[in-house]
């Protein structure tokens, strides 16, 4: 965990000292999700049940714009996220899951309608087509840290526990819409899918399955597939 502390340290130094652009901003999101290998070893690939299928984030970022004619847009971002999962099976054995996450994104905001221009949107004064300068196509790259536990109480209180914490790659891609109130707070909605990459849980099939059992459903690496629906509120105090 002491890595995740030096990452929010870092960011938070990055943050402070964006005096040029003066503009941060925090995203709030729900998501749903699907882990589809750890879900089969867990509750196999016949089952209604659906583990960590939703939870909620939050981000910061800040603002960064390399290219001053062209509306490519840089948001740097720290991300955490949760999700948990309750099982209780007719046998009286309790199962619970939990995944949260802490990572960065880079987020890149290209408007594609509006690409070759120098406006410093969205801003309520502004007065070009409300798309055209707020329509924006999102890519967002990443590496997340993910620290997840299954725990499984049976009927006599013995109880088991397997963990996993390792850091994964992540690749998203996203719709949003800049909606200046204000000339210096902007709301956007946005809609997003990621998927982080081959998500490794060790001892995860130990949990699961039976010494004597010789079919072995699902696997210890899975991608992480989440789709999400959010909304970013952004201020801006420089102009």
Aim: net charge negative; charged share 20%.
């Amino acid at each position: 965990m002491n890595k995740i502390t030096y990452f929010f340290v870092f960011f938070t130094f990055l943050l402070i000292n964006q005096t040029i652009t003066a503009q941060v901003g925090v995203t709030g999101s729900y998501f749903t999700q699907r882990i589809p290998e750890w879900e089969t070893a867990i509750v196999g690939n016949n089952s209604n049940n659906r583990i960590l299928e939703k939870g909620y984030s939050v981000g910061v970022d800040f603002f960064m714009k390399p290219l001053e004619e062209w509306r490519l847009e840089l948001y740097p971002e720290i991300v955490v996220s949760n999700s948990n999962t309750e099982l209780v099976s007719g046998t009286n054995i309790a199962e619970s899951l939990d995944l949260n996450t802490a990572g960065f994104n880079l987020n890149m905001n290209i408007y594609l309608l509006n690409f070759k221009s120098d406006c410093d949107c969205p801003t309520f004064s502004k007065q070009e087509s409300f798309f055209e300068k707020g329509l924006f196509l999102q890519l967002s790259p990443g590496f997340h840290y993910l620290d997840a536990t299954y725990e499984i109480d049976d009927f006599f209180n013995n109880v088991r526990k397997s963990t996993t914490n390792e850091w994964v790659p992540k690749l998203g891609i996203g719709l949003g819409l800049d909606i200046g109130l204000t000339d210096f707070i902007t709301i956007t909605p946005i809609v997003k899918y990621d998927r982080f990459l081959n998500a490794s849980w060790d001892g995860l099939l130990a949990m699961t399955n039976e010494p004597t059992n010789s079919i072995v459903l699902g696997s210890e690496t899975s991608h992480i597939n989440r789709f999400s629906v959010g909304l970013h509120l952004g201020i801006r105090w420089r102009e």
